[in-house]
């Protein structure tokens, strides 16, 4: 007798209810609390350092393999702050890599965008091309672990149209004072309209290491990102959506891509036409420590320790990028009548490609020698860069940049301090300048959290508005630097789940598109207001309700159209049902204002702006079953209900609109699990 799908899944949760897959107690909710951990003999230094509670001794030197229990945490890139391991379940896009604020264009891993304003506010060189980077790797994600128990997670997304989602997680330590880490994520959407497919392709390695004395210290970090999307331009006629006459969009015809060379293999990334972005980094930080040695003694043990002073830093880093739009199969005709363009050929092609290799060399001193949080830093860099721009040209040029920082978290945890800048004194991008402040207070622990700051950002256009590039704009000229300031502040409950924060920018020299070819900067100074509030609301013992509501506002009429008012909220129906199931479940409704929606340029990779249509989208609807079972996650949704159409058979087609012509998905289901291991 054959098993369905159901009856499947109702064998592994029973398994799994009965199965003793271990798991430590320090893989519960929660980010910050690790040194309250319970089932370890592991307590943590001002430094995080872990000791053993008993006899003084590093826990990771000797373990016992046959122990059910792990002590992990990790730390960001460039961070000091000890984190734990997440294993909530409220909130699928805490794990999803698109977060619920980003829209995209109807199909996963195409080209997204946030609904509140972004503006790029790094200082220096840049090539220009970020409508991919909320799926890739970067340096500042990159979370360096140190594990007592070598520590594997899986995880799989399954969605309508074959949509998948894979990725893998490994880190171990070798020894005490040497990790390493693995992490592969690949994605494959074929999309719900023709020539929409899209892959993300993404890998990191990492490699921590310090020697026994504690005086030399290295991190090393490859990260390899690739992101193929085709690209279709939109439908032709988007009126056409409520005659179909099998319910399916894929039957209608796109502005761009040839008829009949569009599929839906999940296996195949292969794109006719649209984007292919690769970039791969390689980053390596080590620095000398100069100070003071201690030590600890208990009993018979003594326990060496060494507490930096000063520090002697390099941090090489190498990247290499390159940025294609290709056509195999262009019908000048169409190209001409939704794009005003003709192409010279029967293959169209626009490629950039860059290589950066930058070394900063930095001095740090320690003014509190058990407080390797507080710190203050000075350094120079010198950034070569070239570029080559398909067969016509090369360039090459270079930056000489100076950098101060200083850091400070209390010991006490009552302030946290942060501040840093940069300064452009030479090259190509002489000029640009960086300046960050951050100033975190606990107000007490009923009260909460404080955070207020600074940030002023002036940089030189990216490279995409530089004549040498490939990308076709039309009216380069000789544009100004662009300078950004923003103010921010958020105070945080969490005693009774409050979050409010604000952001306001003042902006000069905004550089924007208007046309699918067109650059502008607009001169004129203009403001963007952000308010944020967010709070969890107890209805019942098992009843809650998450609510997060943002606003923005700009002051005269800038070249930026923003969604006034957007709201996300969750009533779930959660708790702890047995000793060992988590379940939230519920319904997640998302509701944007109607707003003049950004429109997207396929052959440059940008959204810009038009002041002709107005996007009236329904609130977006889904049903979610979230549950854990010790080690075990498991995420089922039914999205985009609100595309329930009644007048037609119970059809989903009521679809809501991305741009102007590119539609969301009808009726949207996604089965996810997360599963980790201690090895």
């Keep these: 007798m054959r098993l369905k799908f159901g009856q499947y899944i109702l064998m592994l949760v029973i398994f799994l209810l009965i199965a003793d897959i271990p798991l430590s107690a320090q893989l519960r909710t929660g980010r910050f609390n690790m040194q309250q951990s319970q089932s370890s003999n592991v307590s943590y230094d001002s430094q995080g350092r872990p000791i053993k509670k008993s006899d003084g001794k590093d826990s990771l030197q000797k373990r016992d393999r046959f122990a059910d229990s792990i002590t992990i945490f990790y730390r960001y890139f460039d961070s000091t702050r000890i984190r734990i391991i997440d294993s909530s379940i409220n909130d699928f896009t805490a794990r999803f890599p698109l977060p619920a604020y980003y829209y995209n264009l109807g199909n996963y891993a195409t080209a997204a965008q946030s609904y509140f304003f972004n503006p790029l506010m790094k200082p220096g060189f840049d090539a220009g091309f970020h409508q991919y980077d909320i799926y890739q790797y970067t340096l500042e994600g990159t979370r360096f672990f140190q594990t007592t128990r070598p520590y594997t997670e899986l995880s799989y997304v399954l969605g309508s149209k074959a949509e998948q989602l894979i990725s893998v997680t490994h880190t171990q330590n070798r020894k005490s004072n040497a990790n390493f880490s693995l992490e592969y994520r690949f994605s494959n959407a074929p999309g719900n309209l023709k020539n929409q497919n899209a892959s993300q392709n993404n890998f990191r390695f990492t490699n921590h290491y310090q020697t026994p004395g504690k005086k030399y210290e290295a991190f090393l970090v490859f990260i390899s990102n690739k992101s193929a999307s085709s690209e279709n ?60 040695k201690d030590s600890i003694v208990t009993d018979s043990v003594t326990v060496r320790i060494f507490y930096p002073r000063f520090r002697i830093e390099h941090t090489l880093r190498y990247a290499n990028s390159g940025y294609q739009y290709y056509d195999n199969y262009v019908d000048s005709a169409r190209y001409s009548q939704y794009f005003n363009y003709r192409p010279g050929n029967d293959s169209v092609s626009f490629k950039d490609s860059w290589r950066d290799m930058t070394n900063e060399f930095s001095l740090i001193s320690f003014p509190e020698k058990k407080n390797l949080s507080q710190f203050l830093k000075a350094g120079i860099a010198l950034q070569n860069l070239k570029g080559s721009f398909d067969t016509v040209a090369t360039t090459s040029f270079y930056n000489v940049y100076v950098l101060g920082e200083y850091r400070n978290r209390t010991r006490n945890q009552v302030w946290d301090i942060e501040a840093n800048g940069q300064l452009y004194l030479n090259g190509a991008s002489a000029g640009d300048y960086a300046a960050f402040i951050s100033m975190k207070r606990l107000l007490g622990k009923k009260a909460g959290y404080l955070n207020i700051g600074f940030q002023n950002v002036n940089r030189s256009p990216s490279f995409i508005f530089d004549p040498l590039s490939r990308f076709p704009i039309h009216n380069r000229t000789t544009f100004g630097k662009e300078n950004i300031i923003r103010l921010f502040a958020l105070y945080e409950n969490p005693r009774n789940g409050w979050k409010l924060g604000g952001e306001y920018f003042a902006v000069n020299n905004y550089m924007y598109f208007d046309s699918f070819f067109s650059a502008k900067q607009e001169a004129t100074l203009f403001n963007v207001l952000h308010l944020h509030a967010e709070k969890k609301f107890r ?141």
């Design 539 to 679: 209805l019942s013992n098992h009843w809650n309700w998450y609510t997060e509501i943002d606003v923005q506002q700009t002051t005269g009429q800038p070249p930026v159209n923003l969604p006034f008012f957007y709201t996300r909220n969750r009533i779930a129906y959660e708790g702890n049902f047995s000793t060992n199931l988590f379940l939230s479940t519920g319904l997640e409704i998302k509701y944007t204002a109607a707003y003049k929606a950004d429109n997207y340029s396929p052959f440059l990779g940008k959204y810009f702006v038009q002041n002709t249509n107005t996007i009236h989208n329904r609130p977006d609807i889904s049903a979610f079953i979230h549950f854990r079972i010790k080690s075990f996650k498991g995420f089922f949704r039914l999205e985009n209900l609100n595309t329930l159409n009644i007048t037609d058979g119970f059809a989903f087609n009521k679809l809501n609109f991305m741009t102007t012509d590119n539609p969301g998905t009808g009726l949207w289901t996604r089965f996810g699990i997360w599963w980790n291991f201690v090895n």
């Design 233 to 292: 331009g939109g439908l032709q006629d988007k009126e056409k959506l409520t005659t179909l006459a099998l319910n399916d969009p894929y039957e209608l015809e796109t502005r761009i891509g040839k008829a009949g060379t569009a599929g839906r293999n999940p296996f195949n990334t292969a794109v006719n036409t649209g984007n292919l972005y690769k970039g791969n980094t390689l980053l390596l930080r080590h620095h000398y420590d100069l100070g003071t």
